[in-house]
């Protein structure tokens, strides 16, 4: 059983910038690729970003390519999701996730925990 806490949501302006956190609560966290999803009002949960095992391989969904950053630091047992230049449309609650793949994972059924969410909400 893994336990992920998510923290870092809140309100920001348009262009602005928030940094997520999750924590776990396994030991064995680099056994787990992780995952960002988020999913707004009214709409069905989407997948954000992952990172492998390793930390090494990395993969981000279109519409956050070269704005959002995924890493992990499995010393503590964290994964983060820095979110630049933030549109009003990123605003959704935010999940963080754990899988027993071996690369990075992308399709909701792949994760096998899941935090509660952080709310992020972007102004226009």
């Known amino acids: 059983q893994v336990q992920l806490v998510e923290s870092g949501g809140g309100l920001v302006q348009a262009g602005g910038s928030l940094r997520l956190s999750c924590a776990a609560s396994?030991?064995?966290?680099?056994?787990?690729?992780l995952g960002w999803f988020r999913q707004a009002p009214g709409k069905e949960r989407d997948f954000v970003a992952s990172?492998?095992?390793?930390?090494?391989?990395?993969k981000y969904a279109d519409s956050v390519k070269g704005r959002f950053t995924i890493s992990r630091d499995n010393a503590k047992n964290t994964v983060f999701l820095q979110m630049n230049s933030l549109k009003p449309e990123d605003t959704a609650v935010y999940y963080c996730a754990a899988s027993v793949a071996s690369y990075y994972a992308v399709q909701i059924y792949q994760y096998n925990y899941w935090g509660q969410g952080t709310q992020v909400t972007v102004s226009s």
């Open positions: 990172i492998s095992r390793s930390g090494i391989s990395t």
């Open positions: 396994r030991r064995t966290f680099s056994d787990y690729a």
